[in-house]
């Protein structure tokens, strides 16, 4: 009997991730010698094929020794003291920040604005450390709470107004139980203003992935191990496909994985290239033998 491989065709690259491999590629391309600062995107695989093209990835601590290169920002953005050290040691910035997020720095900076006269805080629904965060936190010199769960809740002041935002990856569903937590645990609810800013191309994603894992016997979910809205996107096909694995790329793939089974769906993140979506999926049929890829 053929095994069924299906790819799906909403699993990949988002487009602000899209637009920053573009934009580095073209600048190689052109000659120049580009240094991309921290990972231009989550994924081992694709970073390894950007550094064989030549784009060199530097980290923050490294910045004020580069002088006169060319620097890429990321879709994930940068704070603003980033742009100033740039500046002063003649850097030609490629600014890739994804609109999505450059839209979301603003709203931070407008949030605190109308905190700071009321005696407010911004809360962020986000990942601690993660590149986005930094940014956005960066927008108000680090005057924001961020929390990454409704544990955390605990370090804001209840009795004060609040002004919530997330990550643009946050999972819906977390978001809208920490707004409910919130709203209950204030004071005054009237003083808290929530602001979704999660990005809809990423979280339509998740009732897609949904359906898409409920769909296979097994499903392949490919994504480096870096990528935060990876975790969240794998954890949604978990919850609905127990037989869901998470994998870098095929090398990771169990030959067990497939006993006994007639189907498989493989999905990814939106750091996660098409290509190597496919990949999996040749090595899948040549693991399992003759089978029919879809």
């Not at 694709?46 to 879709?75: C, D, N, P, Y």
């Not at 139980?177 to 999660?198: C, G, H, M, Y």
């Not at 030959?255 to 999926?281: D, H, K, N, Y």
């Amino acid at each position: 009997m053929d095994m069924k491989v299906e790819i799906d065709d909403k699993s990949g690259f988002c487009f602000g991730v899209v637009t920053a491999i573009t934009r580095a590629e073209e600048s190689i391309a052109g000659g120049r010698e580009v240094f991309s600062l921290g990972d231009i995107v989550h994924n081992r695989v694709e970073m390894q094929r950007l550094e064989k093209m030549g784009l060199k990835t530097i980290q923050h601590e490294e910045l004020s020794s580069l002088h006169g290169s060319t620097l890429l920002i990321r879709a994930h953005g940068e704070p603003p003291a980033t742009y100033v050290l740039a500046e002063a040691n003649g850097l030609k910035v490629i600014d890739a920040t994804c609109p999505v997020v450059a839209r979301l720095q603003k709203l931070v900076l407008k949030a605190h604005e109308q905190m700071m006269p009321v005696g407010g805080q911004v809360v962020i629904l986000g990942k601690r450390g993660h590149a986005e965060v930094v940014g956005l936190t960066g927008q108000v010199g680090g005057d924001a709470l961020v929390v990454e769960s409704v544990a955390d809740l605990d370090v804001v002041d209840f009795s004060r107004p609040v002004y919530l935002l997330s990550q643009t990856t946050q999972s819906l569903a977390l978001f809208e139980e920490v707004k409910r937590t919130i709203l209950a645990r204030a004071a005054d609810p009237s003083a808290v203003t929530v602001n979704d800013t999660i990005c809809r191309q990423v979280a339509n994603r998740e009732p897609h992935l949904r359906e898409f894992a409920a769909r296979y016997d097994v499903v392949l979910f490919v994504a480096g191990r870096k990528s935060s809205n990876g975790r969240v996107l794998f954890e949604v096909c978990r919850g609905v496909n127990p037989k869901s694995f998470n994998i870098e790329d095929e090398s990771e793939l169990e030959s067990e994985w497939f006993e006994g089974v007639s189907s498989v769906g493989i999905c990814g993140a939106t750091s996660t290239p098409g290509w190597l979506m496919r990949q999996v999926a040749d090595a899948v049929e040549r693991l399992c033998g003759e089978r029919k890829i879809k």
